[in-house]
DNA sequence: CAGTGGTCTAGACCACAGC
DNA sequence: CTGTGGTCTAGACCACTGG
């Protein structure tokens, strides 16, 4: 056996990982106590502590005080999505980045965006529509609504250049977000703004941000065609 | 002041938390070291450590040996999406699961499998088409494919009550994952057994794993009409 | 009430990047 | 080489929960 080093935490959650593959631990199986371990792989309790919580947060494990560890019995599978700036991620994808302000405006929200922010009046709230663009050609449209009341500056700011995506991050901080993502028909005005069929299919992800629960904005991106989202997870 | 209780690590990471948030340590700004912050909060070091490593794993936080802890410039935000069970999902929702297996064969996979699965060559592999109800209603058309090199269990096992899907998760371990989500249209074949029209868009959740290198499955969900994947993310 | 995970401490050594 | 974060230790107390 070439055993390595279990007296790292890494090590130790190495460990447990392979007995958990090779099923000598299995799915529903209690396993042993921390100290148990510790005396086993000779290290302290913290270290082996320190790879089980990890284990479990990564969902391969359910802690619980009193009854002890157990293997998860169906590994719920965990993916992280990076939500960068747009104007990022396009960079990133090696694409020249373009960017248009189509209109700003003060508008009755509509259904969709009550709903999204968690509202229960239809106030006016900044309406922001731009464009962001990746090698010329349309990547993303920006639907955006700022309730003006959590953030006085929106009425003022000048999105002609700088998108409200970025200049939010920037400027306004938020203690809860929400997260959603859709396949929708575009809309007329949606399909000649990315340059698609009406009825394509596009990708939707709303999103909407709360401080401390003030509703500050809600976006609508929609993306262009075969736009993918990938996450991958090294388990 | 109610300092409440800067001696847990939690107490520590909101009060950091709350220094970013209102701006006393701007984005960018380096930040006391954490053995200056734990003699101001009268913890141990490694308490602070904590605070700040998790507040890094959620990228408000970039730190960095010798140079010191900064706040992020673009506070990353990440989302966390649950990918459970097909089945419990329903059933959390409070719905009726039901599942009925389609077809099983052994086919020629398509190129978006092989890109999928990251192989060179387009074997022939187990093809299961299956369909995950709620409520009576389509939910969920499961086509999956399933490599019999790294699963020789699978040309034989019984798909007509469990579901791959499920199948899958309690007897083969995986080492690394791959998702990619799309809005797709409705080929004939999906729409008549998700029971919408042809070219309505379709939420696509495409999942590719392997043991070891080894391909193991891949798997696209197509999602019935109005499903929306959601998730939280509380700052 | 007792057992197990959750956390804190005070100190120590190490690894790595900037000087 | 030096400083800062990363980690380990041995011990301790606490919090929750099952019996």
Same mark, same amino acid.
């Given at each position: 056996?070439?055993?390595?080093?279990?007296?790292?935490?890494?090590? /130790?959650? =190495?460990?447990? +990982?392979?007995?958990?593959?090779?099923?000598?631990? !299995?799915?529903? %199986? @209690?396993? &042993?106590?921390?100290?148990?371990?510790?005396?086993?792989?000779?290290?302290?309790?913290?270290?082996?502590?320190?790879?089980?919580?990890?284990?479990?947060?990564?969902?391969?494990?359910?802690?619980?005080?009193?009854?002890?560890?157990?293997?998860?019995?169906?590994?719920?599978?965990?993916?992280?999505?990076?939500?960068?700036?747009?104007?990022?991620? /396009?960079? =990133?994808?090696? +694409?020249?980045?373009?960017?248009?302000?189509?209109? !700003?405006?003060? %508008? @009755?929200? &509509?259904?969709?965006?009550?709903?999204?922010?968690?509202?229960?009046?239809?106030?006016?709230?900044?309406?922001?529509?731009?464009?962001?663009?990746?090698?010329?050609?349309?990547?993303?449209?920006?639907?955006?609504?700022?309730?003006?009341?959590?953030?006085?500056?929106?009425?003022?700011?000048?999105?002609?250049?700088?998108?409200?995506?970025?200049?939010?991050?920037?400027?306004?901080?938020?203690?809860?977000?929400?997260?959603?993502?859709?396949?929708?028909? @575009?809309? &007329?005005?949606?399909?000649?703004?990315?340059?698609?069929?009406?009825?394509?299919?596009?990708?939707?992800?709303?999103?909407?941000?709360?401080?401390?629960?003030?509703?500050?904005?809600?976006?609508?991106?929609?993306?262009?065609?075969?736009?993918?989202?990938?996450?991958?997870?090294?388990?």
């Amino acid at each position: 056996m070439s055993k390595l080093e279990t007296k790292t935490w890494q090590g /130790v959650r =190495a460990e447990v +990982q392979r007995r958990i593959r090779s099923r000598a631990w !299995k799915p529903g %199986d @209690a396993i &042993p106590f921390e100290a148990d371990l510790a005396r086993e792989f000779g290290c302290a309790r913290a270290t082996v502590n320190r790879a089980l919580r990890d284990l479990a947060e990564a969902g391969l494990l359910e802690r619980k005080r009193r009854s002890g560890t157990r293997v998860a019995l169906h590994p719920t599978g965990r993916a992280v999505l990076d939500i960068p700036l747009i104007r990022k991620e /396009v960079e =990133a994808a090696g +694409q020249a980045y373009g960017y248009e302000l189509l209109s !700003k405006a003060l %508008d @009755a929200a &509509p259904p969709h965006v009550v709903a999204g922010m968690e509202r229960s009046d239809a106030a006016h709230l900044v309406h922001v529509v731009a464009l962001h663009r990746a090698d010329e050609r349309p990547h993303v449209l920006e639907d955006r609504w700022i309730d003006p009341a959590s953030v006085p500056d929106a009425a003022t700011a000048d999105f002609s250049t700088k998108s409200p995506n970025e200049w939010l991050l920037e400027n306004v901080p938020f203690t809860r977000s929400e997260l959603a993502i859709r396949a929708l028909p @575009a809309d &007329p005005d949606t399909a000649g703004s990315l340059d698609v069929a009406e009825g394509t299919a596009i990708l939707t992800l709303d999103r909407a941000t709360w401080l401390e629960g003030r509703p500050v904005t809600f976006v609508r991106l929609l993306h262009g065609a075969d736009h993918v989202i990938r996450s991958s997870v090294t388990a």
